[in-house]
């Protein structure tokens, strides 16, 4: 009805599950996994599926969360119960792994909801491998915290590292990109010694009162020129209220940049959606609009790619930038409405009907803008320096 066409030329794959969207963190938890069904539930109203491969989305296996993940770290994930949790009372049980705390609790299903995250995120990798998408949608993944042995940050698995690991395979070179409003400190750390992956983290930056604290300029790789991942990775650290228009422009710089010189047989994406005006975590005033220009322009460097999920936490807001993506994933963002459906599911809970909100209908309170000019041709002058010992 919104004449959504299958894209010419192209192919784009959507990987979800229901089964995942189950899953709750409690009560108090601002991770909401429900939030994937807004998100597909605006999609499916948009007439969008027409125009995609949609799969219903596997449990990765054991063994293949082994290629990142200890088996110590796996055998402990897979086995312990929400009762594991140590209590305030029995201070002698202390967290194992990270896991059981306030950020990363035991709940019912833990293992089954990150082992279908994964999964998500492994079928989006293998599709792109296979040739059979260009574009491959994991919006249930994108969970960048997560180490080898550790939970962090509401992440358990590292989808994204398990999806680049297996594009390694076939392409040469893979540049992962990370709008999440947080710091991608697990994919940095975990390809910190190549130079087949360079990581590129936009984030809110305050070591000592922002998660997780790392990812300053001048955090680049190892430091020995001697180590082949000198230089692959960087970091764009931002203050408080930044806007759109910087936000873009400073994207399609830096970016535009890493593409000259590395140029990267395929792309990881990482579209945390925390990075929108009036996230209950984030700090940022982006809007869907400015969320949305990196995605296009991500497609306009014409290699194939994978999007992930990630962070977001006004859930009505993430699902309207998520669709959103997915409509420019299939070229159709000149043909879908910017009113919400009539008969969208959940049409209430977007309070405002519409997929671009504006800042003050996101926020009560304006957000101060603490980035100025200088200091974002500062980040832009250290990144180009670095490049410089780039050349593939
Ligand atoms: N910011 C923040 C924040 N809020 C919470 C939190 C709040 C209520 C709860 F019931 C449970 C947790 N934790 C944090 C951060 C972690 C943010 C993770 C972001 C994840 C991502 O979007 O990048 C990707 C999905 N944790 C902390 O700040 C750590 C603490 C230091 C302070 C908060 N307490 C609860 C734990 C320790
Ligand atoms: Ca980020
Ligand atoms: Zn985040």
Redesign the pocket.
């Given at each position: 009805e919104y004449n959504i066409v299958r894209p010419k030329g192209y192919t784009v794959s959507y990987h979800a599950t229901d089964e995942m969207e189950k899953h709750h963190f409690?009560q108090?938890?601002?991770?909401k996994p429900w939030r994937l069904t807004l998100t597909k539930s605006l999609v499916t109203s948009y007439g969008m599926p027409f125009a995609m491969d949609n799969y219903n989305t596997r449990h990765a296996t054991y063994e293949e969360l082994n290629a990142f993940h200890s088996s110590d770290y796996l055998d402990y994930l897979a086995t312990a119960a929400p009762e594991d949790q140590p209590r305030d009372q029995d201070s002698e049980k202390e967290p194992k792994f990270n896991l059981g705390?306030?950020?990363c609790p035991l709940f019912h299903g833990l293992y089954d909801y990150c082992s279908m995250s994964a999964g998500t995120s492994l079928d989006a990798a293998r599709k792109i491998c296979n040739k059979q998408s260009d574009i491959a949608i994991a919006w249930g993944g994108?969970?960048?915290?997560a180490k080898k042995s550790e939970a962090s940050?509401?992440?358990y698995i590292n989808d994204i590292v398990l999806a680049i690991l297996q594009l390694l395979r076939l392409y040469p070179r893979v540049l992962y990109i990370d709008i999440?409003?947080?710091h991608g400190d697990g994919v940095e750390e975990a390809f910190y010694s190549t130079d087949r992956v360079m990581t590129v983290s936009f984030h809110k930056y305050h070591p000592e009162t922002?998660?997780p604290g790392t990812g300053g300029l001048e955090d680049n790789g190892p430091k020995s020129e001697h180590n082949p991942g000198a230089h692959h990775a960087i970091n764009i650290p931002l203050n408080d209220g930044i806007t759109d228009e910087q936000y873009e422009n400073l994207f399609k710089t830096v970016i535009g940049s890493v593409n000259e010189r590395f140029r990267p047989s395929a792309i990881a994406l990482q579209c945390?959606a925390?990075s929108l005006a009036g996230d209950r975590?984030g700090r940022f005033n982006l809007r869907v609009q400015g969320h949305g220009a990196c995605v296009r322009y991500c497609k306009s460097l014409g290699v194939p790619m994978i999007l992930f999920g990630?962070?977001?936490y006004t859930p009505r807001n993430v699902a309207r930038a998520w669709a959103y993506e997915t409509s420019i994933a299939i070229g159709a963002e000149a043909s879908i409405p910017s009113t919400i459906p009539e008969h969208a599911p959940w049409r209430s809970h977007f309070i405002h009907d519409t997929l671009f909100p504006t800042l003050s209908q996101s926020l009560s309170e304006p957000r101060n803008n603490r980035n100025t000019e200088k200091r974002l041709r500062e980040i832009v002058a250290h990144v180009n320096e670095q490049l410089r010992f780039v050349q593939h």
């Open positions: 409690g108090t938890h601002p991770m705390g306030s950020d994108g969970l960048h915290h940050g509401f992440c999440d409003v947080h922002f998660f945390g925390d975590l990630g962070g977001g």
